[in-house]
């Protein structure tokens, strides 16, 4: 009997051919067992500088550094043998020029084995992502609520609203005129980003957009309740494992204090003497 050859791991290119057709599935993933169970669903894995704030404690994403994305983009590459693994570029660590952006980004190519990278910015952006494709790195562009633009921005806010909706239709068409293979879109009305999705080549992935975007992604811990520190409006809890979590280890302090646990389940016996 003849077996069946591996699975083969998803491309950028794959995923630029996805526009129009069957939703794109994306989440994040920082560590190798979560990489494996999101490998199992996804078509695309966010290694999101939001792990300094779901797993480090930071309050915004800015102080995450390369060497953070490096050590979690080598423990998700570990757990990824479908997904596309893309790593998100750090703040600071693009933004002063296209030669520097490329060779940061070669730098999480390289030390990770992720297939793209991902920045944030549109039209001012758009220089610097044509100048990393052409040397051959696929990049993801991010347009619309930028959170490391979070303090330039004046917060979280939805963007694109009433006459700013020209701003991230500009920002889309330069990004994906620059070559992005695809692009984020966050935080922006509905209509906006259905109108975008119908206008430009590449397939555009929602957080907090629209159904009608080609794809969607969602923080992995905001989506399985393990980070309930606040609940943007465009998460779906589809667990609760922070709750769950908490219950376990109250029951367990409780077995522990009254000296339940271990049983003798738990407990190894001496052949010898019998106990």
Do not use: W
């Not at 029951?251 to 106990?275: I, N, Q």
């Amino acid at each position: 009997m003849s077996q069946s050859a591996p699975q083969k791991s998803l491309t950028a290119s794959d995923i630029r051919a996805r526009k129009g057709g069957s939703p794109l599935v994306c989440l994040t993933a920082y560590t190798t067992p979560v990489a494996q169970l999101a490998d199992r669903e996804c078509d695309l894995v966010l290694v999101g500088d939001s792990v300094g704030m779901v797993l480090h404690g930071m309050s915004s994403t800015l102080n995450v550094t390369m060497e953070m994305m490096i050590m979690h983009g080598r423990a998700v590459a570990r757990g990824l043998d479908r997904a596309l693994m893309v790593v998100d570029m750090p703040f600071a660590s693009y933004e002063e020029s296209p030669a520097q952006a490329f060779r940061n980004a070669a730098r999480l190519m390289a030390e990770t084995g992720a297939g793209a990278v991902k920045l944030e910015g549109g039209r001012h952006m758009a220089e610097t992502i044509r100048f990393i494709v052409d040397r051959g790195i696929p990049v993801m562009a991010h347009i619309g609520l930028t959170p490391q633009a979070v303090n330039a921005l004046g917060g979280y806010k939805v963007q694109g609203k009433g006459s700013d909706a020209d701003r991230i239709r500009d920002d889309a068409r330069a990004v994906a005129e620059a070559g992005a293979f695809s692009v984020v879109l966050e935080k922006v009305p509905a209509v906006l980003a259905d109108e975008i999705t119908a206008e430009i080549a590449i397939p555009t992935v929602g957080i907090g957009a629209s159904a009608g975007c080609d794809g969607q992604i969602l923080v992995i811990d905001d989506m399985l309740g393990l980070f309930d520190a606040f609940k943007p409006k465009f998460v779906k809890r589809y667990a609760h494992l922070a709750a769950d979590a908490a219950g376990a280890i109250r029951t367990y302090a409780e077995e522990v204090r009254a000296r339940s646990f271990p049983a003798a389940e738990h407990v190894f016996v001496d052949e010898r003497s019998g106990s």
